[in-house]
């Protein structure tokens, strides 16, 4: 069949809102999230993570939030800047097997307007 | 600061042609990965590495893709038969033990 690309779902915020991208995760075997910013053209970059015996943790202008009852992850960005401008994916890992791959979300495309 | 690199940056190739993508993870690192992203798609989990084998593959990761620790260094994506539908970013990274993955700036593939 066809291959359909993904409709990226999109935040535009005005420089120095704070922004709130949410992501629902799929399975609630996971035990650890992560969060990566990416540019266009450019891989994956770590962001912050989280266990899931916590439901929050702060990073520089970064926090993470985990609601593991409704397996909801949302990121906020303090202050949010320009640079900011990219797409930001959630991801997930099993707590089951060794090789610990991730499990990509479909991304939220943020524009920070001047 | 240590970083995944990957090369080439983009690669051209004809359909039935084979490719090597190279990447060279951060270097105490211990788990090796390929991912994929098609155009506008999720990133993909494609094949995890330790100890110099496999650990896990996913469904795309057919007969046709292989990996390779050939040095103390090297981690390398092979596809032995490009289709079209082949055509995307693969992306390498590389963990030490705990979770957080590190990843290269990937290789755009075209397969014409």
């Known amino acids: 069949g066809e291959s359909v690309g993904l409709h990226l779902p999109t935040l535009s915020v005005q420089e120095g809102d704070n922004s709130i991208i949410n992501c629902a995760y799929s399975?609630?075997?996971?035990?650890?999230f992560i969060w990566y910013k990416q540019e266009s053209g450019k891989g994956p970059q770590f962001i912050i993570d989280i266990r899931s015996n916590m439901d929050k943790r702060q990073g520089q202008r970064v926090t993470v939030l985990l609601n593991k009852t409704v397996k909801h992850l949302s990121l906020q960005i303090a202050a949010t800047q320009p640079g900011d401008s990219a797409v930001y994916f959630c991801a997930e890992n099993l707590s089951s097997g060794s090789a610990r791959q991730l499990t990509f979300g479909s991304g939220t495309q943020l524009t920070v307007l001047p | 600061e240590p970083e995944v690199t990957q090369t080439p940056s983009h690669q051209v190739t004809q359909m039935g042609q084979e490719v090597i993508l190279r990447c060279v993870p951060i270097s105490n690192h211990l788990y090796f990965y390929w991912y994929r992203q098609i155009l506008g798609q999720k990133v993909e989990f494609l094949v995890s590495f330790y100890n110099n084998e496999i650990s896990e593959k996913s469904e795309i990761f057919d007969d046709q893709f292989s990996v390779e620790r050939p040095d103390g260094s090297n981690f390398t994506l092979k596809i032995r038969s490009t289709k079209l539908e082949d055509s995307a970013m693969y992306f390498c990274?590389?963990?030490?033990?705990?979770?957080?993955?590190?990843f290269g700036p990937g290789t755009r593939l075209l397969v014409l």
């Open positions: 990274a590389s963990r030490l033990v705990l979770e957080t993955q590190y």
């Open positions: 399975n609630s075997a996971s035990d650890y």
